[in-house]
Nanobody, 120 residues
Framework: QVQLVESGGGLVQPGGSLRLSCAASGSIFSINVMGWYRQAPGKQRELVALISHADSTTYADSVKGRFTISRDGAKYTVLLQMNSLKLEDTAVYYC??????????????WGQGTQVTVSS
């Protein structure tokens, strides 16, 4: 019922920057939390950053000071600015949404993922 469209992934050299964007659409009454997770080959999916409806943010220790999550001017859009990228940041990045609908209550949705590759 709700879909997430991610963009902005790509190939970047160590120390470079990328900005990911996630746009949600569908039957959303309100957003609870939007965020980004990532999964590298052979590893479990891990939290990267979250932003709540009140714009409070949470970051993984590994990305603090380098990544910034924020809301775009467009409705239901979240950005992840990634600076000073490291090789270990290479992963598929997934947008995640926790939202509320009048009919179903609280639901979650995952995006399809966008590849971020940091390589020299």
């Amino acid at each position: 019922q709700v879909q997430l469209v991610e963009s902005g992934g790509g190939l970047v050299q160590p120390g470079g920057s990328l900005r990911l964007s996630c746009a949600a659409s569908g039957s959303i009454f309100s957003i609870n939390v939007m965020g980004w997770y990532r999964q590298a080959p052979g590893k479990q999916r891990e939290l990267v950053a979250l932003i709540s409806h009140a714009d409070s943010t949470t970051y993984a220790d590994s990305v603090k000071g380098r990544f910034t999550i924020s809301r775009d001017g467009a409705k239901y859009t979240v950005l992840l600015q990634m600076n000073s990228l490291k090789l270990e940041d290479t992963a598929v990045y997934y947008c995640h949404l926790e939202y509320y609908t009048d009919y179903y209550g609280t639901l979650t949705q995952w995006g399809q993922g966008t590849q971020v590759t940091v390589s020299s």
